[in-house]
């Protein structure tokens, strides 16, 4: 019974989304285990009873924690979009008023990256791996707005 409700909070991504519940629902069948071996069997089923309650709390904490990051890497995605479409617009504008290349290498180099990064959270969402996708745009953002920053400056200078 508590091992099939381990079982169930791994296969729903329980190591990842609620390592803590999912900890304390295996440490309650070991010590479940280890009372059983020692021949109390009522601290067994104790132990048994508490590993299944954690077990299924964390694989509802599983749920609710990767839908919010499910929303949160959703909206990420559709903030950053818009971003890089504004980065490559004043890009393009800035290519039309011949600002110098050397001036727009850096921040061409920037919103490059910053589209593979996007890119591969994108697949890494696909996979349903909503952490790595969080994980990989943190920060991207400011490297999109440091990048806007460069050319605006670029067509001022010139």
Known sequence: MAQGAIDAA?????????????????????????????????LALSHALESHERAQNAARDTADTKARVRADVERMMAELAGLLAQGNTAMAAAERARVPARLLDTPADDLAAASATVQKAGEAIEAGDYLDASTALDGVNARIEQALAAIDAAVTSR
């Open 10 to 42: 791994r296969a729903a991504g329980a190591e990842q989304y609620a390592e803590t519940e999912y900890g304390a629902a295996t440490a309650a069948l070991q010590s479940a285990n280890d009372a059983a071996a020692a021949g109390d069997y009522r």
